[in-house]
């Protein structure tokens, strides 16, 4: 009979905490390179993460600047369709460190919530 731990969403934020720990003590043990796979790893990979959703965000931001709400679809900004477009590109920019490719994106997904292009397809790369 397999029993199933319910942990709280805290709990299950302090375990993944507990295993980066955990991985980063793994990491400093090794002769050498241990502290630079650490900073690759966890501290470095986190910053560059950040910086190229900061330029996507500021990108965004200026674009939609100079569009008028009128042309904005509300209703399909709450869609679950919606949703996974943007999820999906935010992965993409996490991953891509092209600016040219970031501007993409944020087209991509200005056009999607203008409600002009519609596609089935959902691989944004």
Known sequence: MKTYLSLSEDSMM????????????????????GAALDEIAFEGRGRMYQNRLNKFI????EYMS???????????LKS????????????????????????RFKMILVQDMKNTYHSDYRNVS
Do not use: H, Q
């Open 66 to 76: 100079s569009v008028r709400e009128e042309e904005i679809d509300f209703t399909y």
């Open 58 to 61: 500021e990108l965004l931001k």
């Open 14 to 33: 302090a375990l993944k905490e507990c295993e980066k720990s955990g991985a980063k003590v793994c990491l400093s043990a090794i002769p050498i390179v």
């Open 80 to 103: 679950d369709e919606f949703g996974d477009i943007f999820e999906a590109i935010i992965r993409k920019v996490l991953l891509t460190g092209s600016e040219e490719k970031i501007n």
